[in-house]
Structure formats: C-alpha cells, structure tokens
C-alpha cells in the first residue's frame, strides 16, 4: 500500500458535463499518472506529473486536463465528458520511498450516458 | 514510442499445471515490472525486474534485457492466479503496458 486513495471510486455522469477525479497520496512521493483501462487495450497513460505544477501529456491526452497545486494531490479533468471516456481510471505513483517501482490506486469506474 | 506486446494473450490452466507468460519490448528500458490484476480490478506489484531472475513463491521472473524480453513463470498454479497479468516498461518518465495476458486456472 502507497498510501493513494482515488475518489470518487464511482461514477455516472451525463454527456456534456464536467467531471473531475481526485487522486490523493501521503507519502511524498515525486511523480504521480493517470491511465486509462479499457478492453484490449491495457493501460494508456493519459497525464503524468513529475512536480509540483509540473505534467506532461501521455498517449491519450486528448479531451482530458490535470492539476497538481500541491505534492500530494493529482486532479484529472474532463472538461466536457463524452461516451468514449466510458472508463476505468487509474492514479499511480513511483518516486521517493517507492523508487523506480510504480504503485497503483484503486481505480475509479466513470459511465458517461 | 516503445511498443510492448504480451503473449498469449489468453490462457487456461488446470490448477496444479505450470505457464510462462512473455513480454517483449521494441527498446531499450529502464526497468520492467510485473503486475496482476485480480478479478476485482486491483493491480498488484509482482515483480520489480529490470534484468536477472527473482522469485516469490510459485512465481518467478526474468529479463533479458540486450534481448528486449522478460518471462513470468507460474508453478502449481492455483485458482486465486486468476485474473490478468501485465508488463510494464519504463522509458524517459512514462511507464508502458502491455495488453496483458488474461490467464483463467480451473479446479
């Protein structure tokens, strides 16, 4: 266990509105990661953060925005979610105590109607 | 970027049946792990293995990286080995995924 909690775990939420998902770590680790799960594909990283203020895109950025004002928090945004979002979304961290291992959270279960 | 292709992509075992499960990448890494994911979704950390073979139990690894490929061996498989394995690569600052191997052990 890192230490990261997702919220929320699940979600249904309408075409057209925004959606915000909250990973949260305790143990100060550097970088912080979104992926995406969806069938036959694996995982796809969406943003990653290497800092404080500092991310970066992944392979499937595209419609997805991120946030990180403080260490210990990583927010992944849909500004406006479409049905393709339909998704399992994991928060991952390496860095500081975890090395160059990467943990991951729990998932969150995102339904876009 | 670094492509990662997992192999075979499905498999069902015997309990007490032996498997291999390969991962093969398209450059050169910085490290390589190992993960399962169980029937309820959550990933778990197998292996941290960027060259050599180590082993945890019925499980081992290893990964010859000058040849880009690293191999999961599971022994006595058990039906709590169910579920989905994955690689994944770390090249610069991003971690990539295979697409798994999905492995089901029936009683």
Not at chain 1, 35 to 52: E, F, N
Not at chain 1, 54 to 71: A, L, N, P
Not at chain 2, 31 to 41: D, E
Request: proline share 4%; charged share 15%.
């Amino acid at each position: 266990d890192a230490g990261i909690t997702q919220s929320p775990r699940h979600k249904v939420t309408e075409t057209g509105t925004p959606v915000t998902l909250r990973c949260h770590q305790t143990e100060n680790h550097r970088y912080m990661y979104w992926y995406r799960q969806d069938p036959g594909h694996g995982l796809r990283l969406i943003h990653y953060s290497y800092g404080v203020k500092d991310t970066d895109k992944g392979e499937v950025s595209d419609g997805y925005s991120v946030s990180r004002s403080k260490t210990e928090d990583f927010l992944l945004t849909l500004e406006s979610a479409t049905s393709s979002q339909t998704s399992v979304y994991f928060c991952a961290i390496s860095g500081g105590s975890a090395g160059n291992t990467i943990y991951f959270g729990e998932g969150s279960w995102l339904t876009v109607v | 970027g670094i492509q990662v292709e997992q192999s075979p992509p499905d498999l069902i075992l015997q309990e007490g049946a032996n498997s291999t499960l390969r991962c093969n990448f398209s450059d050169s890494v910085n490290n390589l792990q190992w993960f399962h994911q169980n029937p309820w979704g959550q990933l778990i950390n197998l292996f941290y293995i960027p060259s050599g073979t180590k082993q945890n139990g019925r499980l081992s690894a290893t990964t010859v990286a000058t040849e880009r490929y690293s191999l999961l061996y599971i022994s006595s498989s058990q039906t709590t080995d169910s579920g989905v394995y994955f690689c994944a690569v770390l090249t610069g600052n991003q971690f990539y995924f295979g697409t798994g191997t999905s492995l089901t052990v029936i009683p």
